[in-house]
């Protein structure tokens, strides 16, 4: 079966620091996401790369940045964080089209006091 | 976007079967059909999907109607383990933009004992 597992479960920072999210896949997709999951909003694409050091801004990148230096890795980067990044953050990945189903991993609960 | 439509709940007995509706009226000759689900604290996961014929895997069937504007996710013993909210989605897996997912409020589902 696909892993996608993430850093953390649950994180606790505080207003202003670097956080970082680290995502690993082992089944050698080529893509790779961040969303955000939020009651009332839904799920939001925050980024997602499609290749090694390739990325694509989604809905919602404000205040966000990623880094996929290998193929298994993806990482998230909040880089001052706020109290409205208080959210569940979920990693995913996929095979190319046209399967397009996208494996989770498990989500970090992010908390920015 | 083609939207779906599906109820806020339902409730089932253990071991009986659970019928969840999709509406999509709207629905395109390209998209297909995917059923995701998230368990409580996690993160989605995948449960299946179709174009035009009905599907079955071990996790569930899928159901499509002959004109494609609605569907049925068929579980056919509901257990505890199946309490998670149901989400229906259109992917038009032929567009590179259609990576992301995008979940609507979904169908709560409740299994009874």
């Known amino acids: 079966d696909v892993k996608v597992t993430q850093s953390s479960r649950y994180l606790v920072k505080r207003t202003g620091e670097k956080v970082f999210l680290e995502c690993v896949q082992d089944?050698?997709?080529?893509?790779m996401f961040w969303y955000r999951q939020d009651p009332g909003l839904g799920l939001r694409l925050i980024y997602f790369?499609?290749?090694?050091?390739?990325?694509e801004k989604g809905d919602i990148p404000e205040g966000y940045s990623v880094s996929r230096e290998k193929k298994e890795r993806f990482s998230l980067i909040l880089e001052s964080a706020s109290t409205n990044q208080t959210s569940m953050y979920l990693c995913?990945?996929?095979?190319?089209?046209?399967?397009?189903?996208?494996?989770f991993g498990p989500g970090t609960r992010l908390t920015v006091l | 976007d083609a939207k779906t439509t599906q109820p806020n709940s339902m409730e089932s007995n253990e071991e009986e079967p659970v019928h969840l509706p999709c509406n999509h009226s709207?629905?395109?000759?390209?998209?297909?059909i995917h059923w995701y689900r998230q368990l409580p604290s996690q993160g989605p996961e995948y449960v299946i999907h179709?174009?035009?014929s009905n599907v079955n895997n071990r996790m569930a069937s899928l159901a499509i109607a002959e004109d494609r504007k609605s569907s049925t996710l068929i579980l056919h013993r509901a257990t505890l383990r199946d309490a998670a909210v149901y989400y229906c989605?259109?992917?038009?897996?032929?567009?590179?933009?259609?990576?992301?997912?995008?979940f609507g409020a979904g169908t709560t589902v409740t299994v009874r004992a």
């Open positions: 995913a990945s996929s095979p190319p089209l046209p399967s397009g189903r996208q494996f």
């Open positions: 089944m050698d997709h080529e893509n």
């Open positions: 790369s499609y290749d090694v050091k390739m990325k």
């Open positions: 709207t629905i395109s000759g390209t998209d297909y």
């Open positions: 179709g174009l035009t």
């Open positions: 989605i259109l992917r038009d897996s032929q567009t590179f933009n259609d990576y992301k997912l995008s």
